[in-house]
């Protein structure tokens, strides 16, 4: 493996051109490679990039300014479009920040569905990240196996709120009802066979020669540079820094859990996309823990203000009919105060922001986007690289337009 | 070693910087300070090179617009952490409207580069010594600074709805 770590190394060093004409090119916006809208300008001399300038904002939505006109209930399906890979992680930070404001008590039941629906789409997140990798690197087949498993993810998704992609999962205080029994059924035949899936797909990638020769010392980043630029999640592990919200800051419960925080070393392809494999085997083993462990109790909490009341009650009970109103209306009293609240997303600290100063919408919400923040280091990191490796390293840094432009 | 809590922890700043710390609360347990515009970058610099406290990581940065708060309309908020004593940090510098700017922390955290650049393009805080001052989710031509609040979402001028029921013209 050194020898392709150092031809590699070597290609970037080199100060050899090729015909010593400096050529600009367009890597993106619309590239079947880039995976969204993403554009890179290239300098390149042959096929190795001298520089690049990225442009951002080609989806940007104004959230953070639609928020300051919307109640809170209704921010949820907001930020199911940051990292819409990962949504329910979105949602539930989102819920939890509003607790938090709130000073909730939340069961310990639902904290517990919580852990469990964020750690599929934590899996859910990371198969796509890396499947993608193994397509950019010229191997299909490694992303339609997964999709078999996703899809069983998304069924479960459905079982829980009706909705595959945009969740908007949840609500603030709990969940609108208790798990299915079909839900349950799907759950365990999905913990049952997901594994050996999961193994097949691993076996598919982690050693094969191609894709190690292809993903070994391309785009890498030192744990130095990955710290200045504030890099979190997992591309941040791959470089040795074994930092995680859901270890450092536990939310949810996840101190209850047994779990390993996997690293890299070189901050490389390689390991961003093996950082991810274990994680995954990770968020199994976390499932598997919460469900066998689901504490009995209530799905959600009392917090008749901003819990929407069972729909039944709501037909046949005046008291439920005006909560629902009022909260569907934004009409509940909210605190004033300040908060910031983090959960590990797919890509890395995702954190809510919040000051609401009384009134019915937030005074000002900014989201902590992971992918907005460690992509201003990408430039640096493909510098010196050839055009091939740029594209693996947009795909293992697995930047989502979504988050990036909010 | 011990764990600090936020007292001793504004002691030690409070100590190095005595006039600069203006105020400082604890919502949700997070130790929140205002700080002199002035001397955030110089605070920011001495509590990442600090021994004991290492805030090495910059986690965020936030501009907030107050236009009723006469003098200091503008808030740029740093949310940083220290993972060697795992404690977070917020610190506030309140800028007035009349000379909206900041000395940039690029220098410090690389990281703080498109964070700034987030900030001047929704609120127009322009931080010197920034490499690359420029726009970043919006549109290069534009010519305001769209999270201002003097921006409503709506048009307010539009009369073929009237959704008073929904409490929206009644800001």
Redesign the interface.
């Known amino acids: 493996m050194m020898s392709e770590l150092k031809t590699k190394e070597a290609f970037a060093q080199s100060s050899e051109t090729i015909d010593g004409n400096i050529a600009t090119i367009n890597f993106g916006p619309t590239h079947p490679s880039t995976h969204g809208i993403f554009q890179n300008v290239l300098k390149v001399d042959g096929e190795k990039i001298i520089s690049s300038e990225q442009t ?2 080609y989806i ?1 939505r ?1 959230f ?3 928020s ?2 919307r109640p809170y209930n209704q921010i949820t399906p907001i930020t199911d479009r940051l990292n819409y890979c990962s949504s329910p992680i979105n949602n539930m930070g989102w819920e939890m920040t509003v607790e ?2 709130i000073g909730a008590e939340i069961p310990k039941r639902v904290q517990y569905m919580r852990v469990i629906i964020m750690e599929l789409a934590r899996i859910a997140d990371h198969l796509i990240c890396n499947s993608v990798i193994g397509v950019d690197a010229g191997a299909l087949t490694s992303f339609f196996y997964p999709f078999t498993e996703r899809e069983k993810i998304y069924e479960l998704y459905e079982e829980i709120c009706g909705a595959r992609l945009t969740t908007n999962i949840g609500r603030i205080g709990g969940f609108e009802r208790d798990f299915t029994p079909a839900f349950h059924t799907k759950l365990q035949s999905f913990l049952k066979t997901f594994p050996k899936a999961f193994e097949e797909f691993d076996s598919m990638l982690a050693r094969n020669r191609i894709f190690m020769d292809r993903t070994k010392g391309a785009g890498p980043i030192s744990a130095e ?1 990955a ?5 979190s999640g997992p591309n941040l592990r791959a470089t040795g820094v074994d ?1 995680d919200v859901r270890a ?2 536990p939310y949810s419960s996840y101190e209850d859990f047994d779990f390993i925080i996997p690293v890299g070393v070189n901050g490389d392809t390689y390991d961003r996309f093996m950082v991810r494999q274990e994680e995954i085997r990770q968020s199994v083993r976390i499932i598997e823990q919460a469900y066998k462990n689901l504490p009995e109790g209530s799905y959600k909490a009392d917090l008749p203000d901003f819990y929407l009341p069972e729909k039944a009650d709501v037909y046949n009970n005046m008291e439920a009919l005006i909560y629902h109103f009022k909260i569907v ?3 509940t009293e909210i605190p004033p ?4 609240h ?1 959960v590990e997303g797919g890509n890395g ?1 995702l ?1 809510f ?1 919040l ?1 609401s100063d009384g009134g ?1 919408t937030p ?2 919400l ?1 989201f ?1 986007r992971p992918c ?2 460690y ?3 990408y430039p640096e990191m493909i510098s010196g690289m050839s055009i091939s490796d740029a594209v693996l390293t947009l795909s293992s840094m697995n930047v989502i337009a979504g988050e990036l ?2 | 070693m011990e764990k600090l809590n936020n007292e001793a922890i504004l002691n030690l700043i409070q100590g190095a910087f005595p006039n600069d710390v203006l105020f400082h609360e604890e919502p949700y347990g997070l130790l929140t300070m205002e700080v002199t515009a002035a001397k955030g970058h110089e605070i920011i610099e001495w509590l990442k090179n600090h021994e004991t406290l290492s805030v090495n990581y910059l986690t965020n940065i936030a501009a907030v617009h107050y236009p009723e708060d006469a003098g200091r309309e503008f808030a740029v908020v740093y949310q940083l952490h220290s993972w060697k004593n795992l404690f977070r940090l917020r610190i506030k510098c309140y800028l007035p409207k009349e000379n909206v700017s900041i000395a940039s922390l690029v220098d410090i955290f690389p990281g703080a580069n498109w964070m700034e650049r987030e900030s001047y393009d929704f609120f127009g805080v322009e931080f010197i010594g920034h490499p690359d001052m420029r726009r970043i989710l919006n549109e290069d031509s534009m010519d305001y600074f769209p999270m201002r609040k003097e921006y409503a979402l709506e048009d307010d001028t539009r009369e073929d709805k009237d959704d008073r029921y929904f409490g929206r013209n009644n800001q």
């Open positions: 951002v904002g940007h104004a953070e300014k639609l300051e006109r938090k404001l540079r710290l200045a630029y504030s890099f930092y450092m800051h209306m934004g009409e105060g300040e908060v910031y983090s600290e954190g922001y000051i019915r005074y000002r900014q902590r907005f923040i992509y201003q280091a432009d909010a």
